[in-house]
């Protein structure tokens, strides 16, 4: 199916402690953020993309695909909710329909590959809710107690982390995010937004490289991998 998309990208960054914020941070050549974006400009059925940015972002205008027609900004917000909410208002001004897919994926996941990206909108095209990319569990897994001591261990088969892009229609999408903020929910992806409405998204098997840049050792990863790409 066509697709809208939101870039939340109005993150400080505080985990990598850098000089700039993480999505401006150089990888093969050109910026992190530049790497997101290329994934869903180079795919036939986007119809639009929103970013959504901090005030006065001094890196943003500089770069070719802020000059680019499909590509808007909103707002950015206290947190990263916040920002995904602008973002959705803001297609809403742009064209987008209450039915209409939207794929929100953060600006500091720079790997994603046209194919996890076909998956998801294969596997989620016809799903009454949507979901998610995510990877199952990879190590034996543990609950600790405060005193550090081992409680017991969690059943991995269960267990996924949640990736993204994430895919709902939407109006759903935005209506859940607004209730649940109303209410003070705490809300870290979109997914719990709609789980905290009652409504079960669908897991969707991903690559495990298209990690979010979160530590230094993170880009440090991505940044060995590109060059053994591109000699
Ligand atoms: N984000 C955002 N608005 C916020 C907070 C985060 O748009 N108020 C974005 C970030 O720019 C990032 C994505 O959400 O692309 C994922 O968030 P995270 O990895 O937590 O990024 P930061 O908040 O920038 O990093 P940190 O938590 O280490 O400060
Ligand atoms: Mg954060």
């Known amino acids: 199916p066509d697709f809208w998309v939101v ?110 990206l076909n998956t998801l909108l294969a596997e989620l095209g016809d799903d009454a809710v949507g979901g998610l990319l995510g990877v199952p569990a990879r190590d034996t897994l543990k609950r600790v107690g405060p005193d550090g001591r081992v409680l017991e261990t969690v059943d991995r088969s269960v267990i996924w982390q949640a990736y993204t892009p994430q895919m709902f229609r939407l109006g759903l999408l935005r209506d859940a995010l607004e209730r649940a903020l109303h209410s003070g929910v705490n809300v870290t992806d979109e997914a719990s937004a709609l789980e905290w409405a009652g409504l079960a998204p669908r897991m969707v098997e991903g690559r495990a490289d298209n990690l979010k840049v979160t530590r230094p050792e993170d880009l440090l990863w991505l940044q060995q991998r590109w060059q053994a790409k591109t000699p």
Request: glycine share 10%; with cysteine; hydrophobic share 35%.
């Open 7 to 116: 870039i939340p990208a109005a993150g400080v960054g505080s985990r990598m402690r850098a000089d700039r914020p993480k999505q401006y941070l150089p990888l093969g050549g050109r910026c992190i953020i530049e790497h997101t974006l290329d994934c869903f400009l180079d795919h036939p059925g986007l119809r639009g993309l929103v970013v959504s940015l901090a005030d006065a972002d001094p890196y943003w205008p500089d770069l070719a695909c802020a000059r680019d027609e499909r590509v808007q900004r909103a707002a950015g917000g206290r947190e990263r909710c916040d920002s995904v909410l602008n973002g959705l208002r803001r297609l809403g001004e742009l064209g987008a329909q209450d039915q209409d897919w939207v794929l929100v994926h953060d600006a500091a996941r720079p790997n994603l590959t046209r194919e996890d």
